[in-house]
């Protein structure tokens, strides 16, 4: 909640700023938890407080709605294709490296033929995990040398 941008008073303001009357706080939450028993409430209430004219009201959470379980068999297959070659990367993992997890999967060709001729093609999780956490600290490395220079 308090790492979470916009805050809810932000929102709250920016819903007003933006002319409503009424603000419905719809926590993006499965279950009810302490966020949403007692967290959300008391900020929104708070938020409400500089705004006596505009009334609000918070929502149950999701629960495991119908539509929310087709969802996610709709993402897990689309992964599945991505892994397999046959679909794009989607915006939940573009920028990520995500990606890299398919090179440590053997197609069903592969697989069938026992063929694994191309040895830049497959590597083991290992190997990919190692090259995210490479490619992870490369900022850190890259601001390093950055301040070695402008120091010397």
């Keep these: 909640m308090e790492l979470a941008e916009p805050s809810i008073r932000d929102a709250f303001v920016s819903c ?7 603000v419905i706080v719809s926590p993006f939450f499965l279950f009810p938890g302490r966020h949403w028993h ?9 938020a409400a407080k500089e705004h006596p004219d505009v009334s609000y009201i918070v929502t149950a959470p999701l629960g495991l709605h119908d539509l929310l379980v ?8 689309h992964c ?12 939940a993992c573009a920028s990520t490296s995500k990606c890299l997890d398919k090179a440590a999967v053997v ?29 992870r600290m490369f900022p850190i ?3 390093g040398i950055v301040f070695s220079a402008i120091y010397a």
């Design 16 to 22: 007003i700023q933006q002319g409503a009357d009424r």
């Design 70 to 77: 087709d969802v996610v068999n709709d993402r897990i297959k």
């Design 141 to 143: 490395w890259a601001t």
């Design 80 to 91: 599945l294709n991505h892994v397999a070659g046959d679909a794009d990367e989607c915006a």
């Design 38 to 46: 007692q967290d959300i409430p008391s900020l929104a209430a708070e």
């Design 107 to 135: 197609s069903d060709a592969e697989s069938k033929s026992e063929e694994f001729s191309n040895p830049w093609r497959l590597c083991t999780v290992t190997q990919v995990e190692e090259l995210k956490i490479l490619i």
